[in-house]
């Protein structure tokens, strides 16, 4: 961990999600100052933006910023289109040709990440945080450590930030953040007690009850009830009957 | 130029301006199936949102989707936000370090690239064109082939369409096509003509008229009118007087 991070500033790619608060909790405790990004997309699980709100409120972050774009317009994901979510089938309910869930956005990780550049470069942040993860395979391409690193570059040929900094000797440059890439649920949620992160104000369900309460049964609850249950302790957010 | 593009869908990153406007005619002589993707993203100039309409008419395009983001919601430049287009001083009215014009926009292409790349696999394209250019020197650090080589390494790593193109072999990839790259601002008008480009539809001005004419003296406007005159031929748009 950078013990540097005092006064300097970061985006943190905030979904309201237990592993993207892990993510703040991690760049909080480092001594970033926290600028959040969140997105409504048109996702079905709205309820966790105000999840997101309530971390960035938690936090007292220095802004919070949620974009709308409309990913819908290209259609294609049980997240943003008209198909069944899977339930009670972790993993796979119904296998592609390269076991990619059918929960997969197309795109959606290069989309963020772009805007979260955007956004850094704007508050002069070279420090971009996201929560992917690789281990409990979730199976999408854009969570791999290859695509982030495939991004890093991008960030600093793509940019005045990342131009300045290489012709100033690079000393400065951007650096894509994914801490928990190499983590299982369990040890996120372990690092994650540790720093004090508020599980109860996070969101992982894809299919929530109209209250918002989570179903319990869709991969994003199948995973993050195991990674409680691994870690030894209980998932501090209701669940429907 | 790939020849056996017949019946393969393409994306085309269409501003509506003279660059976008030759990159379509090239990508639709090629005999790509087009699909054009636009961008309301609080650009000063609204006008070419309507040139791009008329150039997708034009084209009886498959698709054009014009996707409104709020770029505006992080600051930071000339197009977005309150600070004055500079006039009659072509290239860097005001240098910055690295000889960036004060018009760059945050992260630019690379947002608009990410929506190319949601947009190309939803409709099952891996031919992705862009009108960039790094000749005519517009300064800017995400028009250079660098850039667009490391996006196109993004696409392929952060999709689900190019991994399972890598599994298959690598007969199919992602390919982020820059053909005006090398060219100077008369080389493209050129090709243009020849190709029987609309010009007299595109529009390129930083700050037209509230009629919509061009003002002849932003550096968008000094390039374009030393293009046509280098190119021997007229521009075709009115300007303002």
Known sequence: MNTNAASKNAVILLS???????????????????????????????????????????????????????????????????????????????????????????????????????????????????????????????????????????????TRAGVEAAAAGGAEAFRIHAPLVNLSKADIIRQGLALGVPYHLTHSCYDPTADGLSCGHCDSCLLRLAGFRDAGTADPIPYAP
Chains 1, 2 share one sequence.
């Open 16 to 158: 309201g999600g237990l592993d993207s608060a892990t993510t703040l909790g991690i760049a909080h405790a480092a001594g970033y100052i926290c600028h959040a990004l969140s997105f409504d997309y048109g996702q079905r699980h709205q309820r966790e933006i105000a999840a997101a709100a309530a971390l960035a409120r938690h936090y007292h972050l220095a802004r919070h910023v949620t974009m709308t774009i409309d990913l819908r317009a290209f259609g294609g994901s049980a997240l943003t289109a008209d198909i069944p979510v899977p339930k009670d089938h972790l993993g796979h309910a119904a296998p592609t040709e390269s076991q990619i869930p059918i929960t997969y956005v197309p795109a959606r990780n290069t989309v963020f990440l772009a805007f979260a550049l955007a956004f850094a470069e704007t508050v002069a942040a070279f420090d971009i945080f996201l929560g992917v993860n690789a281990v409990d395979y979730s199976g999408y391409p854009d969570c791999r450590p290859e695509f982030v690193h495939a991004f890093e570059r991008v960030a600093n040929l793509g």
